[in-house]
Nanobody, 124 residues
């Protein structure tokens, strides 16, 4: 079965850290463009970070630069989003998505595979 399974969502205090995992099964994640999105109920989904299928450094949205780190473990077929310096405004459902044909600069690309979402809540 081809799927992405996310884990790591939690409640954390402002300034805290959290790492989200995105594990792929049925396909080699290392060959795919992977993007982390987040969405707050009633608002548009937004791109958080992306690693292109062709490699290179991850790209980050301005609102997470310097705080979030995107990495992937190709042998382990898993991607990670390390979040630090969390703020209440980071509260959202975070989704990982993967696609063989999308590139990080294609903002409207339709990703083939999506994780189920991980709830991150930042609150004291």
């Amino acid at each position: 079965q081809l799927q992405l399974v996310e884990s790591g969502g939690n409640l954390v205090q402002p300034g805290g850290s959290l790492t989200l995992s995105c594990a792929a099964s049925g396909f080699p994640l290392g060959y795919y463009t992977i993007t982390w999105f987040r969405q707050v109920a009633g608002k548009e989904r937004e791109v958080v970070s992306c690693i292109d299928k062709n490699g290179g450094s991850p790209t980050y949205a301005d609102f997470v630069k310097g705080r979030f780190t995107f990495s992937r473990d190709n042998p382990g077929n898993t991607a990670y989003l390390r979040m630090s310096g969390l703020k209440p405004e980071d509260t959202a459902v975070y989704y990982c998505a993967a696609d063989l044909f999308c590139s990080c600069d294609e903002l409207a690309c339709l990703y083939a595979y999506w994780g189920q979402g991980a709830q991150v809540a930042v609150s004291s």
